[in-house]
Structures are given as C-alpha cells and as structure tokens.
C-alpha cells in the first residue's frame, strides 16, 4: 500500500520488510479495502479433500486461482462420493446410493475388462469425491468468499469456502473485517 500511495522512499526498503511494527501490518490489511490490489500479494494454498465433483466444477471457475487436481484418467477413481442432505431427507438415499455403487461397480468391470480409466469414468456420477490442491491470492479469496458464501451458493462450495476463510483466519484474522467491508459493496 505504501508503493501504490508513494509513500515507500519514507523509510527504506529493508524498515518495510523487516522492521514494520506489527500494529501498523494489521492497520495495512485493514485499510487494503481501500486499496485492494495489495491482497494480491498474500497467499494461500489449500489442499482440498473429500468435495463432490460438482464443487470441484464451481471452484475452478474462479480463474485466477491455480490448480491441480487428482486425476480420474490416470488414477482409478475411489468409491467415495458425497450424498447431499437434502437427498436423504427426501427419502432417496437408498435409491442414490444404489446407482452409484451400481456405477462403481460397471466402472470397475470396464478396467479389468481392459477399458482405459480415462474411457471407464464416463460412467462415474459427479457426486464422487476428488482432491484438488488450490492457490489463490487473498483478494481473489475475497472475492471467491462474497459469491460463495451467500444463501443463493450450493451448499457443498457454501461449506467449503467457509473453511477455506476459517483456514485463513488463522494467519490473517481481519480477512473477516475485510469480507465485511468488501462483500457489502457488491
């Protein structure tokens, strides 16, 4: 912040680095509100596990993250998915869990039948669960979390994005204050 307002020939370099008295860093996070692009420097990597593919989708749409994600072409998909709530509270987790391991079990075949993974996966319901390694910027974390954590968001990626900020409390504790004054201008 202090290069974008012209104001880092007040002290030098190595002060702003090394030297910069811990009250005035959380006085700079707070004020980046004014001046997002500075979040742009502080980062997070998370190593997500256990969400559906269906969140995995809505997730790398947010571009400006990097990602790699675990490979259904070049692993054997494991039998583990998610069953969302609302499903077992209408009285179709029985039939949902019968397809799918009804899925899994033709996935299966096809391999040992000598059907490349990449090929056999076309079989497997989205509601299988991935691992996918996320990098993302604090500003675009920002940005992720005024979307995907409002009422209108699908529960998993709701769920998920809270974590991710809980996750990033820890090392910056004013990304609440932040989401606040950020998420209220949209």
Same mark, same amino acid.
């Given at each position: ?15 702003? &680095? %090394? ?6 860093? %959380? ?9 997002? /692009?500075?979040? #742009? ?10 969400? /559906? ?21 070049? /692993? ?6 998610? @069953?969302?709530?609302? @499903? @077992? ?7 949902? %869990? ?34 996918? &390694?996320?990098? @993302?910027?604090? %500003?675009?974390? &920002? ?25 990033? /409390? ?14 209220? #201008?949209?």
């Amino acid at each position: 912040m202090k290069t974008s307002q012209g104001k880092l020939s007040h002290d030098t370099l190595p002060h702003y &680095l %090394r030297d910069y008295p811990e009250k005035d860093v %959380r006085g700079w996070i707070l004020e980046s509100a004014n001046f997002p /692009s500075v979040l #742009e420097h502080v980062s997070f990597t998370f190593l997500i596990e256990g969400i /559906s593919r269906v969140t995995s989708h809505q997730l790398v749409r947010h571009r400006i993250a990097s990602y790699t994600q675990e490979s259904q072409r070049y /692993s054997e998909a494991g039998r583990d998915y998610v @069953v969302p709530e609302s @499903v @077992v509270a209408g009285g179709f987790e029985e039939k949902f %869990r019968d397809l799918v391991e009804n899925s899994f079990k033709l996935y299966a075949e096809m391999v040992k039948a000598g059907i490349p993974m990449e090929d056999a996966r076309y079989i497997l319901p989205q509601a299988v669960t991935t691992r996918i &390694l996320m990098t @993302v910027n604090l %500003r675009e974390l &920002l940005h992720i979390a005024c979307l995907r954590l409002s009422e209108k968001a699908q529960w998993e990626i709701r769920e998920l994005v809270r974590e991710m900020i809980n996750e990033a /409390s820890k090392i910056v504790p004013e990304i609440y204050n932040l989401l606040t004054a950020l998420c209220s #201008e949209k």
